[in-house]
């Protein structure tokens, strides 16, 4: 999508540094972080948010999930929180499927 925001990082139109890629996905930082560590696991494929998976994503949804402790080990946290925003009232900005991974200073939840 060529207005979309994170298929121009994705394509390293933004000079964004990655801190992990492979063939399903980039991860770097959030340009406003909301805790200590605040980074996104972004698909490569343009998918606007869950309500658009379909059946061939399931592969990369399970990776997206695994990939998360493996970053969060990589940083040396020992907690994070994952959330993943749907739709504009949930406070999606971006239309296209990110993982937020979160750790520090954050409030209860739950
Ligand atoms: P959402 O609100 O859609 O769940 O999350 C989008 C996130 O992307 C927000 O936390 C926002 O700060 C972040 N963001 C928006 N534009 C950019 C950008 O150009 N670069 C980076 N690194 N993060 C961005
Ligand atoms: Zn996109």
Do not use: W
């Not at 964004?16 to 406003?32: A, N, Q």
């Not at 490569?44 to 695994?66: A, C, F, N, W």
Request: glycine letters at 6%; proline letters at 5%; charged letters at 20%.
């Amino acid at each position: 999508m060529s207005d979309c925001i994170f298929c121009k990082i994705v394509a390293g139109e933004m000079d964004t540094k990655f801190i992990y890629e492979d063939e399903l996905v980039v991860v770097f930082p959030d340009i406003r972080p909301k805790a200590t560590t605040h980074i996104l696991i972004t698909a490569k494929k343009h998918i606007p948010s869950l309500y658009s998976l379909d059946e061939h994503d399931t592969r990369l949804m399970g990776h997206m999930v695994q990939l998360l402790p493996v970053i969060a080990k990589q940083l040396g946290l020992h907690s994070f929180r994952t959330i993943i925003n749907t739709g504009r009232d949930s406070g999606q900005e971006v239309d296209h499927l990110h993982f937020h991974l979160l750790a520090g200073n954050l409030p209860k939840f739950g």
